[in-house]
């Protein structure tokens, strides 16, 4: 072979590249680089098959050196820190990003690689800086509008975001990944035939892709759509997934077995929620053993038993078959007409009962009230369920109450005028707070596991959610099908709690004058 050979070596390796054919082209791009081992060309091709094949060092080692020879190509740079940036070398991604910029400042690739890493830190206003001059350039490029959205999305501008993606999806009406993040945008501003369709025809060009399946039955259930929603429910991230596959006994899906073992997933409400069903099993003549959090473990003792009761993290007994916590919903089609809501379904034990009576024994007020204003820091709605404390200063005037904090591990304390009896120093379980419940009048609190507690322990609960709230309490309810003993107060506007304050403090009011 001749260097006169190399050119239509490369060309036919190209087509190979461009028709899809890996192997054949990368056995082309190795001939030509063998021949011509100085051919830049040639080694940035070979690190675009290696990283879509996953071989990331690889990769890094041919753009590398395709950088090397030809340290002018602005787009090379890009892709290099795309390899970089998904070996999770920040530091090299960044610089090879700004390097392309630096060559071309409107290089889409680089910008949007940049504002991604740059989002994943939060630092949203820099992002927004790097994608300007492209987006000024490239003012219709989906790629742009994409990040564009998800940094108005990260503000909580959801109809920002949503114009975003609709000029994404207009510009690549084929991309799934764009119709997912507009039907999130949808069901965010609570456009729930929008977001579905959104959903349904991204799932019609990509199945089965777990997230999008995962928004689209959380719409579907927050739209009170059970039946659909809970199975497309089952696409939600396997839990504990090694312990529960190496197991080695089957899924339940209904049939008859003597011992059942479920497994608790997500969030401890969710847990708290759920449960509900071991007893109807338990009804049945089934075994149920319950393999969940260790802060949970004595709680859930009076549900199933304390022999029965076991925590995930450490040896569980061996059942008939097993099943997730959450898809037992499914497998009993549930629906809002036959969901178990007999409550109590948890209580607390005597001792702890008679405790926080003692701890409360010299108190007067009518009325002792509950308060709790942050979940988990880690929810990904945090942002929006959880609250400033300040806002319960509103309610320190009405005459009668007393207010207790149920608020376990707070990130923050409430203003130091605020009347607030503290006895969380109590607490180091569930059961334990399950304790002091009971002994309280009501409780009022964002979305967080202790409203699920007081529901599951039938005491009255009045719950401050936001304008979207999380599915299980769907839209436009005043009350909720899962717990009878439960208020729920819903932002009018985003962000604003004015008006569900005011109700509450209304209705605390009235509750006061007639205890």
């Known amino acids: 072979m001749t260097a006169a050979d190399i050119p239509s070596l490369m060309k036919r390796a190209i087509e190979q590249f461009v028709a899809g054919h890996a192997p054949a082209a990368e056995e082309l791009f190795l001939q030509v680089i063998h021949e011509e081992p100085l051919n830049a060309g040639a080694h940035q091709f070979l690190g675009l098959l290696a990283y879509a094949a996953g071989r990331l060092p690889q990769a890094a080692a041919y753009m590398e050196r395709s950088t090397e020879l030809e340290p002018g190509n602005p787009g090379w740079y890009a892709q290099y820190g795309d390899v970089r940036q998904r070996m999770g070398e920040r530091e090299k991604a960044g610089a090879l990003y700004l390097k392309a910029l630096e060559l071309d400042p409107v290089n889409v690739q680089a910008a949007a690689g ?78 729930l035939e929008e977001a579905k369709a959104a959903y349904a025809e991204s799932l019609r060009i990509m199945p089965n892709v777990p997230m999008t399946r995962l928004n689209y039955a959380i719409t579907l259930l927050l739209n009170g759509e059970f039946e659909p929603g809970w199975n497309e429910f089952e696409a939600r991230p396997p839990a504990i997934a090694a312990r529960r596959n190496n197991y080695q006994r089957p899924f339940w899906n209904g049939e008859r077995v003597e011992s059942l073992l479920l497994w608790a997933e997500q969030g401890f409400g969710d847990v708290i929620q759920f449960v509900r069903y071991a007893p109807v099993l338990m009804h049945a003549g089934v075994r149920v053993c319950l393999a969940v959090h260790p ?29 997730l916590l959450l898809s037992l919903p499914r497998i009993f089609k549930t629906n809002l007409q036959n969901i178990p809501r007999t409550v109590p379904y948890l209580r607390a034990d005597e001792a702890r009962r008679k405790h926080f009576g003692e701890l409360m024994a010299g108190d007067a007020a009518k009325l002792k009230v509950g308060i709790a204003w942050s979940g988990r820091a880690t929810h990904t709605n945090d942002m929006n369920r959880s609250l400033d404390p300040a806002l319960f200063a509103r309610l320190a005037d009405v005459p009668g109450v007393s207010f207790y904090s149920v608020q376990i591990g707070a990130r923050t304390r409430p203003p130091a005028d605020f009347p607030l009896h503290d006895l969380t120093g109590h607490v180091s379980n569930f059961a334990d707070t399950a304790g002091l419940v009971s002994q309280l009048d009501l409780v009022i609190s964002v979305d967080t596991s202790v409203v699920h507690l007081a529901g599951a322990l039938a005491r009255p609960v009045w719950v401050l959610l936001p304008r979207i709230a999380d599915w299980r309490w769907m839209m436009h309810r005043t009350d909720s099908p899962w717990y009878p003993t439960m208020r729920l107060y819903r932002q009018v506007a985003a962000g604003d709690w004015t008006l569900p304050f005011q109700q509450v403090k209304e209705d605390l009011i009235a509750l006061a004058r007639g205890a």
């Open 295 to 323: 802060g949970l473990v004595e709680l859930l003792q009076v549900v199933a038993g304390k022999d029965n009761v076991f925590s995930a993290t450490g040896p569980v007994p061996l059942c008939d078959a097993q099943q």
């Open 114 to 191: 940049l504002a991604a890493m740059l989002v994943e830190q939060s630092l949203l206003a820099q992002a927004e800086a790097i994608l300007k001059g492209p987006l000024e350039a490239f003012p219709e490029d989906p790629q742009l509008l994409s990040w564009t959205g998800i940094i108005a999305s990260r503000r909580g501008d959801f109809a920002a975001a949503a114009a975003c993606y609709e000029r994404a999806v207009k510009e690549a009406p084929g991309d799934p990944k764009y119709l997912a993040c507009l039907g999130n945008c949808y069901k965010d501003l609570g456009r």
